[in-house]
């Protein structure tokens, strides 16, 4: 699987052996155009507990305090 993100605020999960021109992801997990993505991470914790998770950051409306963090429960988002 490849985890890909952008300024465009949308999250996709890809097939990784997908060959030639791959039009579209398997999966859309996160769409907020107006929350741009700067990180991306995925938890380990799928063994251990039977979930999933990906945590972004990113947005407009970061300063001072630091950039907003949201952490998405995947597996209940994911039939592959």
């Known amino acids: 699987m490849?985890?890909?993100?952008?300024i465009d605020g949308i999250l996709c999960l890809w097939a990784a052996d997908d060959q030639g021109?791959?039009?579209s992801p398997l999966k859309t997990l996160v769409s907020k155009p107006e929350y741009p993505l700067f990180a991306a991470d995925v938890s380990s914790l799928?063994?251990?507990?039977?979930?999933m998770y990906i945590g972004v950051a990113g947005g407009n409306d970061g300063g001072f305090i630091?950039?907003?963090?949201y952490l998405y429960d995947i597996m209940?988002?994911?039939k592959l």
């Open 46 to 51: 799928v063994q251990e507990s039977g979930k």
């Open 21 to 23: 021109n791959v039009s």
């Open 2 to 6: 490849i985890l890909s993100w952008g």
């Open 76 to 78: 209940c988002s994911i």
């Open 66 to 69: 630091g950039t907003p963090f």
